[in-house]
Every structure is written in structure tokens, then in C-alpha cells.
């Protein structure tokens, strides 16, 4: 009876004695496994980029916008273009809703920065004391302004590292005055950084009282109550939906509407952030079945050239049935030789997807994820491959008549 160690050296001497053939053969399944592997890291690196944009926005957190959105409607404009449909008034009713920790009106702006003999463009958000929580924003040095600050309209800002990388490179902003449409405000805070979400930078913005904002800054038209948008942060995530919902239906009582004609929309970030993972990973198995296919392609590789060498070693095979191997021993040598072949291209297909998903992950800006999990099932598969490809050349060679083989040249 031959040993299994027996048998697994054979198959190693066998490879080993045709190297580059056997780097050949291996050549599918390294490029399948590698393509695979770079592929899913490329697809789970974008899904976590984008759960990453949308939680650094804030947690529990709903959004009130003018505007409908109306998916198989005609009107779909949210939050733009349009008149503010939003007051003051329906922040202090929201903030009555059962769940509801914190409500943040708030009121956009653009203007142009003046500061340390430099200039900004940026966005400047008119808002309460009570936006940093709403959307979890961290004060990395100085201060909020309180309440009674923001009723008084107090020229007062906070920066995002952005501007403060602008304008005040090698300095401390805290103290300093910056200029804005004309007007002298003082700095007394810097935001924490938050980075990117999607195609913005968070950190490039300048925080002011909202009645400042509205009365000096934004150069609005219309009533002095309205408000651009409406953060909403709620005590817990489970409770999302359902304040959602008695978000929708109070606004819908206050601005008259039924719902087919609400004048504004109530975005739910826990939602679109399921969506946009959803999205993200059928993009994610997408890629992976595609590069899979090479794998297949591989396997054919394998059991061809499996075929060739059963045919090439024919006398071999009937020496070593004459001199009592078994059908089994000659099945388990061939089927070792083909399973060596894949697990050593997956080993190596491994190694370059890794190196290949880097790759692109640095280039387009994205974390790499590299799940342990994955990695080994694509070894796995490979493996998998060339039990099930190289199956065929096993029975083959074992079915041989050992006289016959003997016979051949």
C-alpha cells in the first residue's frame, strides 16, 4: 500500500519536473483568484466609504427640507431652488415630538472670507447652539455661542479646519477676526474635523448664529422666520421610523397639506444609508461573479494540461500499476497533482489581489478591506477547482490497463 506522504511527494516531483507548465497552468486560476480578491476588496472598500459619509453626518438623525420628492411623480425638487417652506415655528413643534432629543434650524449662506491678508470662499451655516448636537459635531478648541448670543445676532463664528487651513495656516484663529460681506466677526470656536461625505468637505464651513446669518449674511428674500432645513437628532435609532412618520404628519397639519402636495421632505440618513449599502453590495457581488468566471476558465486550464500528462506518463502509470499500485493510488497522485496546482495559483492569486486592491483603493481614495473570511474561501474555491477540474484526468489515468500502457511508447 503507498503512503499518502508517498503519494504527495510523487505529485510534488511530478510538478516540479515541468516548472514552467506548471506556472502556466497555474496562470488562470492566479489571475481568477487575484481579480476576485481585488474586485470584492475594491466593492467593500466603497461600501464602507459610504457608510462612513453618511454616519459622519450624524447619528439618528432625520433632515426636513422644502420641497417634495416624489419618485413616479412629476415633482421631485428637495431642498433646492425653491422658496423656504420652513419656519421657526415648526422647529419649536418638532421639538414636542415623543423621541426627540434635539431640533436644529438652520439657514444656508455663501460668502467670501477675508482673514490674515487671505481670502475663502465657502458656505456659511446659519445655525442654533443646539446643531452641534443634532449632528454630532465635536468643538476641537474655544466655544459654542449659547442661546442668548444667538437671539442677539452676535457676530461671532466657528471654523471648520478647512478654512482654518486657509486662512490661518500657521496660527491660532481663536480671537481672530475674519471678514464677511463687509462685516467684522470674531472667531471664538474650531469644529473638529468630520472629512469627506461623497463629493464635500464638512470641514469647509464657517458656523454663525442663525439670526445672524439671516439678517447680514444670506441676503434671502421673504419672511424672517423661515429656515433653509431642520436637523432632527433622535434618543434612539429604533425609534427612526416612527418619528419619521410623526414628523411627516405634524409638518403635513401645520403647512395644510395631505400628503400628495407636501411642500417639504423628511429624509431618513439610517434609510438612505441601507439603501446605498444595499446598492453597494450587489455592485460588491457583481464584481466578484464576474472575476469568478476566470476561475472556471482556470480549472478548463487545468484539467487540459492534466489530460496532456496523463497521455505523456502512460508508461509510468503502467510501470507503477505493474509494480502494484492501485487504481486509487494512481487517482489520488493525479487528483494531488491538480488540487497543488490550484492551491499554489490561489496562494499566489491571493498575494497579487492584495497587492492589486491596494492599488486601487489608493488611487481612488477608499479604505482597504480585506475580509479574512473572503481570502480564504477564495482559496478555497481554487482548491475546489482543481478537485473538481482535475477529477476527470485522475479517472482517466487510473482507468488505464497497465499492459496497454506498458505497450505505447
Partial sequence: MIRTSDLVGGALRALQ?????????????????SSVVAMVALGSGAQLQVERSINS???????????AAQSGG??????????????????????????VTAVAPSQRGAAQIVANGLNWNTQIQGVTPAYITARDWQVASGRMFDDTEERQARKEVLLGQT??????????????TIRISGGAYEVIGVLASKGQSGFQDQDDIVLAPLT???????GRNGRADTVSQISIKAASGDELDRIQEDVTELLGQRHHTNGDNDDFTVQNLASIAQTAQQTTQVFTYLLGGISAVSLLVGGIGIMNIMLVSVTERTREIGLRKALGARQADILHQFGLEAITLSVAGGVVGLLLGILGAWGMTTLFNLPL????LNAALAIGFAGLV???FGAYPAWRAAQLDPIEALRRE
Fill in 17 to 33: 519536473a515541468n516548472p514552467m507548465r506548471s506556472a502556466l497552468t497555474a496562470l488562470g486560476v492566479i489571475i481568477g483568484v
Fill in 57 to 67: 453626518l450624524g447619528s439618528n438623525l432625520l433632515i426636513v427640507v422644502p420641497g
Fill in 74 to 99: 412629476v415633482r421631485f425638487a428637495v431642498g433646492g431652488g425653491g422658496r423656504d417652506t420652513l419656519t421657526l415655528a415648526d422647529a419649536e413643534a418638532i421639538a414636542q415630538v415623543e423621541g
Fill in 163 to 176: 478654512v482654518v487651513t486657509n486662512l490661518f495656516p500657521n496660527m491660532d484663529p481663536i480671537g481672530q
Fill in 212 to 218: 445672524t446669518v439671516k439678517r447680514r449674511i444670506s
Fill in 369 to 372: 478591506v480585506i475580509s479574512p
Fill in 386 to 388: 482543481g478537485v473538481v
